[in-house]
């Protein structure tokens, strides 16, 4: 079992999550405990009603929601009674069995798991705080949970046999409910950072993003980035994150930021070669007066490099970003040239008014596909 657990002032934004998941029919509640009526006569309403009413009672309260996650083995064999009875030890466990919860068990995704809705406001308007020891919540209590309940352990996982070889396997793009995301991700992660040459997170980024993984060291002045610490998290089809993070200690070989930074020093020491390769096609694709982006992207594309614009510049920048698969090495735009910069391309390729340089390099992607997909046919 792999415990999660997050405390915020989000609870309406988290039941209107889960509840959407119902209704798309990819999640099922399966417990309420401590409400006035029975699981199956709950609508939304009474719910956020039931978790109001209790927070109430602590004006001005800051924290109003405690998410919690356990992801299983898939060798647990585990039932919806299962995972309920679970979910009520734990919430014994962690004294809060006398709170209001709500359990829903998501069915979108390959790995079993539930998520713990609740609140640590008290009916004396106290708050309880096992939030501001979360080791107590990931190490004792989960033991105890396996222990009672025979679940496989965290601790005593096995390396995916694609791990063991001398060679990293190579990756396949990820896809949220078609595989193991832990396995998946470690696949990737250990690829990426074994065989790319990269400087920085962004550009590591750049490269994960095309297996649908990002790297995330928190948001400035978090607690997470403050610490040096690392999540990953897996994104889906418009690379928006989906599902659980992971922490960088939890996958193969530990990618946690100080091993990675170690990597960035030494991968500077080794990319003028491939940087010069990089300035030197895509200076050759701008002379060729290309008609469009979509003709200077296929140009790139056929010498292997690849240009990535995130949606998202959160954790990437606002840069364009180049990645050469013949040479395994990625570029920012500003270590070629004000040129080839997102604001020089977007300028000079603007094709529609509104259209995002980002949408038409979607559309670039889309018709190479495309083309690759009636060549195949052909043959």
Known sequence: MVPYINFSNGLRRLLTYHEKKVAQGKAVCIQAGNFWQDRTDLDFQTKLERFEHRNALRAGATITAGHLILEFSREDHLSTERMAAISKS????????KQPWLVYQHTDAYQPHIHILTTPVKTDGGVLHPYLNPYYFLGPVRKSIEQEFGLLSWSTRKIPEELKGPEPPIPKKFVYGESEMNTSVSIIVNWVIQKYNYTNLNELNAVLGLYNVMAN??????RLRKFGG???????????????????????????L???EEKFQANALNRQKSLDRVKTWAAWALRAQPAG???FVATLR??????????NSKYMGPEVYYIDHKSLSVFADGQLGAAYSLQALTDKYSLEPGLSLVKQLELAEAKTQTQRQNRSLRI
């Open 217 to 222: 060291p928190g948001t400035e002045n978090s």
């Open 230 to 256: 690392l999540y990953y998290h897996a994104l889906d089809g418009k690379g928006k994150t989906i599902g659980t993070p992971i922490k960088a200690s939890h996958l193969y070989r530990k990618p946690i």
């Open 258 to 260: 100080k091993k990675l």
């Open 293 to 295: 982006i979509l003709q």
């Open 90 to 97: 734990l919430m014994r466990k962690i004294g809060f069995e």
């Open 302 to 311: 056929n010498e292997q490099i690849r240009l990535v614009v995130p949606e």
